[in-house]
């Protein structure tokens, strides 16, 4: 099998799990009075489930420029890890176009499947992981923008969860067969709930509050359990 | 309408930029161990922080929110796929919602 048919196999599932979170993203945006082609705009050119809920929302309670920017932007450095990450994984002497086609397709799902291939990642192979992910993020925000009158708003409200369980199923299995894997992950879930709860820190914004529990977890992790799990 | 699309188009450069710059610049492999175990956490720590203290939020309810937890860690934990996850959370909430509402 060829690496971009190989890639295409492995995006299946994430095609398909993006399919109720983007329609959940579809209803949103057309029940906040933006059109249906604007929200498939946005899904087509950001391709991000959280980064593009929180600058939508913004949108639609009238924030200002700056802020949707901002917001957007403190949610995405996350992708600045990944991509780091994944420069240490794909083949050397990769062309600068390739670069900039594969990392456009970076996503928390897209990377989390690259990151467990054993091999070098090549142009041919990522691109194969993104391409249906990337149409099927497209399509189901189209089906959502389109049924959003159609559904009653107790399912509406109930599809809410859909990322959050897409989430889920991404760490907990990984977790499972790591110890160190899985003290990370409740690290950072740990210092997410005092940054959003305790007292005098719970002032920054959400984007910032996964950044800096991302970052000191993976300190934590890289501290207590060195080098012991990578490669 | 400028306006929207102005901030689509913010929006969508500050989402590629984080995932372009980094493996356009960085030019052959790390060596530090502890850098390398760094990274290699990075998608446990950041999928743990996007779920948790969020999902308490994410029906607008959080008795049907946390509902809908447990059911996506029981299957997760069961290695049930993305779409099954999913799909069933939706109709557990969905569901739970139903039963907090009419009885």
């Not at chain 1, 109720?20 to 329609?23: A, D, H, I, M, Y």
């Not at chain 1, 705009?41 to 050119?45: E, N, Y």
């Given at each position: 099998m060829?690496?971009?048919?190989?890639?295409?196999?492995?995006?299946?599932p994430?095609?398909m799990?993006?399919i109720?979170?983007?329609?959940t993203?579809?209803l949103?945006?057309?029940q906040?009075g933006?059109?249906?082609?604007?929200a498939v705009?946005?899904?087509?050119?950001n391709?991000t489930?959280?980064g593009?809920?929180?600058?939508?929302s913004?949108?639609?309670?009238?924030?200002t420029?700056p802020e949707i920017?901002?917001?957007t932007?403190?949610?995405?450095i996350r992708y600045?890890?990944?991509?780091?990450s994944?420069?240490q994984k794909?083949?050397?002497?990769m062309?600068?176009?390739e670069?900039?086609?594969?990392s456009f397709g970076?996503t928390?799902?897209?990377?989390?499947?690259?990151?467990?291939?054993k091999?070098?990642i090549?142009?041919?192979?990522?691109?194969?992981?993104?391409?249906l992910?990337?149409?099927g993020?497209?399509?189901?925000?189209?089906?959502?923008?389109?049924a959003?009158?159609?559904?009653?708003?107790?399912l509406k409200?109930s599809m809410g969860?859909a990322?959050y369980?897409m989430?889920?199923a991404?760490v907990v299995?990984a977790?499972?067969?790591?110890?160190?894997?899985?003290?990370?992950a409740?690290?950072a879930?740990?210092?997410?709930s005092?940054?959003t709860?305790?007292?005098?820190i719970?002032?920054?914004?959400?984007g910032w509050d996964i950044?800096?529990?991302?970052?000191?977890a993976?300190?934590f992790?890289?501290?207590v359990?060195?080098?012991g799990?990578?490669? | 309408?400028?306006?929207?699309?102005?901030?689509?188009?913010?929006?969508?450069a500050v989402?590629y930029?984080?995932?372009?710059?980094?493996?356009a610049l960085?030019?052959?492999?790390l060596?530090s161990?502890?850098i390398?175990?760094?990274?290699?956490y990075i998608?446990?720590?950041?999928?743990g922080?996007m779920?948790f203290?969020?999902?308490?939020?994410?029906?607008g309810?959080p008795?049907t929110s946390?509902?809908?937890m447990?059911?996506?860690l029981?299957?997760?934990?069961f290695e049930k796929?993305l779409?099954t996850?999913?799909?069933i959370?939706?109709?557990?909430?969905?569901v739970?919602g139903?039963?907090v509402?009419y009885f």
């Open positions: 060829s690496s971009f048919n190989k890639g295409l196999k492995l995006g299946i994430i095609a799990g993006y109720p979170v983007s329609f993203f579809g949103m945006a057309v906040g933006l059109s249906p082609w604007i705009l946005i899904s087509l050119t391709l489930s959280a593009q809920f929180a600058g939508t913004l949108i639609i309670s009238g924030g420029l920017t901002l917001t932007f403190v949610i995405n600045m890890l990944m991509s780091l994944l420069s794909i083949v050397p002497n062309p600068l176009a670069k900039a086609v594969m970076i928390d799902e897209t990377f989390s499947v690259a990151s467990l291939e091999e070098d090549t142009f041919s192979y990522m691109l194969g992981i993104i391409t992910p990337y149409f993020w497209a399509f189901g925000t189209l089906l959502g923008a389109s959003s009158s159609l559904l009653p708003q107790d409200d969860i990322l369980a989430f889920i991404l299995p977790s499972k067969k790591s110890k160190a894997a899985l003290t990370v409740v690290v879930i740990a210092i997410n005092m940054l709860w305790v007292p005098y719970n002032s920054l914004s959400s950044i800096i529990s991302t970052v000191v993976c300190i992790g890289a501290a359990f060195p080098a799990e990578v490669d | 309408m400028a306006r929207i699309l102005t901030a689509v188009f913010l929006m969508a989402t930029l984080p995932r372009f710059l980094p493996v960085m030019k052959g492999r060596k161990p502890f390398k175990s760094f990274l290699y998608p446990y720590a950041v999928l922080a779920i203290p969020g999902i308490l939020n994410a029906t309810n008795v946390v509902t809908g447990i059911t996506a029981i299957l997760a934990y796929g779409v996850v999913a799909v959370s939706i109709i557990i909430v969905y739970s139903l039963i509402k």
